[in-house]
């Protein structure tokens, strides 16, 4: 932990986010589509009991306007 870390509301997950994402990039290296990557981290993710959604969809808006959903 940092010093400047403080209280931040998500520092341990983030912490073990970061440390899968290294175990991917490490297992996999560079060069791949973001998707690979992807579809790695959601094996380790699952693999840890993090529980997360590939892909989630949410509404944009722009000047009001849906623009992704």
Do not use: W
Not at 27 to 51: Q, T
């Amino acid at each position: 932990m940092h010093a400047d870390d403080q209280d931040f509301k998500y520092t341990e997950l983030t912490e073990e986010f970061i440390r899968i994402f290294c175990r991917v990039y490490n297992k996999l290296g560079y060069g791949f589509l973001e998707k690979v990557y992807e579809n790695a981290m959601m094996i380790e993710l699952n693999k840890e009991g993090i529980p997360a959604v590939s892909q989630y969809a949410i509404k944009v808006l722009y000047e009001g306007e849906v623009i992704s959903a």
